[in-house]
Nanobody
Framework: QVQLVESGGGVVQAGDTLRLSCAASGRTFRTNAMAWFRQAPGKEREFVAAIGASEYGYSIYSDSVKGRFTISRDNAKNTESLQMNSLNAEDTAVYSC????????????????WGQGTQVTVSS
């Protein structure tokens, strides 16, 4: 079982930066692919970024955040982070951390474990 707790959300201005963190419990973190998804009011959950584990240690991003957001992980601390730069109003959403039993990163919303989410609000 993996439990995920996000932190770092808040209210920022357009153009600002924000860093989200996800603390994971459990002994399998280093073998879990990790990801961030977001959901804006009235919209479906949307893939943001994912990072693999073990030999699949590469990252993938949605087109909407590529070049602005960076996902990373620290296996020694069981944490995952999302550095968000050049934020705009369209980035406003609840951001959720997710983990898969598989080490392969994917944009598919089939994660096995989910955090409660943290609100990010970008004012223009």
């Amino acid at each position: 079982q993996v439990q995920l707790v996000e932190s770092g959300g808040g209210v920022v201005q357009a153009g600002d930066t924000l860093r989200l963190s996800c603390a994971a419990s459990g002994r399998t973190f280093r073998t879990n692919a990790m990801a961030w998804f977001r959901q804006a009011p009235g919209k479906e959950r949307e893939f943001v970024a994912a990072i693999g584990a073990s030999e699949y240690g590469y990252s993938i991003y949605s087109d909407s955040v590529k070049g602005r957001f960076t996902i990373s992980r620290d296996n020694a601390k069981n944490t995952e982070s999302l550095q968000m730069n050049s934020l705009n109003a369209e980035d406003t959403a609840v951001y959720s951390c997710a983990a898969r039993r598989s080490p392969i990163p994917t944009s598919i919303t089939d994660s096995d474990y989910w955090g409660q989410g943290t609100q990010v609000t970008v004012s223009s």
